[in-house]
């Protein structure tokens, strides 16, 4: 058992899924400041003494992404000037995470860059879900901690009216979540294979496995533009029968993906996460947000107590 107090602090990104992990562990929610100057400047600070304690602070980085991240890098300042024995980073939405190697000549390596500054100043491990390229913890030098989703979600289509289902991946990289949900559920894997034509579009060329009498549960990570949500004409023309559902982590939910939702007929529900806040101008009656927050919370006891968490960690 640690003799350093438990603490859960948040920034602005998420206080809602914060607070909820802070009452599963019976333990009050930390006090602090965060101000957005009229120069766009953030000033943030620690409004009680945090001296020897181990801080899990909360704070995906959602949109406004800099804005969120820049909090989260100056609230570590303020920790670690404050004299707290560990900071865990709890960052249930990474950002940066798409933009992971160089696709072509002279690009940044963003999600990189973000590893080194999260470093810099002070994460003494860094916990996350589902990030979309599960090599990114190979970016840091701390513990990193990368979480699913997956069996939350899941457990969401054990449900009869399921049962007739094909879990698909709509491309090759997420293949292999994919056929984790498929061994879950005892489903068939159909994956979709699309060619990227640009920076934000892609066209899906064709699908393996027999989607054939089957209603489609298609799964990704993020759900930003909707491109996921277009890749059903492909499906349908392969035999697909029935609503589809879809069943992604991060809501990031631009304003195309809520149209699509509302013109498209063929979608039945979108379950999501609450790793990203959904705020009521992108709430929506298909989409479903389930909590992690009590995964998150066992994460950060089992850490805080020495626990092993090996069994909760996506190992591919």
Sequence with gaps: ????????????????????????????????????????????????????????????????????LMELL???????????????????????????????????????????LLETQGASRVIFVDIHNPATQGFFNIPVDPLTALPLLADYFRKPEYANSAIVSPDVGRASVAGKYAGLLNLPLVVMHKRRTSFSETRTTHVVGDIEGRRPIIIDDIIAGGSVLKQLDVLYDEGAVGKACFSITHPVLLSSALEILDHDDRIEKLVVTNTIPVPPEKQHPKIEVLSIAPMLAEIIFDIHEGKSISSKLVLH
């Design 1 to 68: 058992m640690s003799n350093h107090p438990l603490r859960i602090f948040t920034g602005s990104a998420h206080r809602g899924l914060a607070q909820e992990i802070a009452d599963i562990l019976n333990v009050p929610l930390g006090l602090s400041t965060t101000l957005h100057l009229n120069d766009s400047e953030v000033y943030v600070t620690i409004d009680e003494v945090v001296r020897d304690q181990d801080i899990f602070l909360v704070q995906p980085c959602s949109m406004p992404v800099n804005d969120n």
């Design 74 to 116: 100056l609230l570590l300042d303020a920790f670690r000037r404050a004299s707290a024995h560990s900071i865990s980073c709890v960052i249930p939405y990474f950002p940066y995470s798409r933009q992971d190697r160089m696709a072509r000549g002279r690009e940044a390596i963003s999600s990189r860059a973000v590893a080194n």
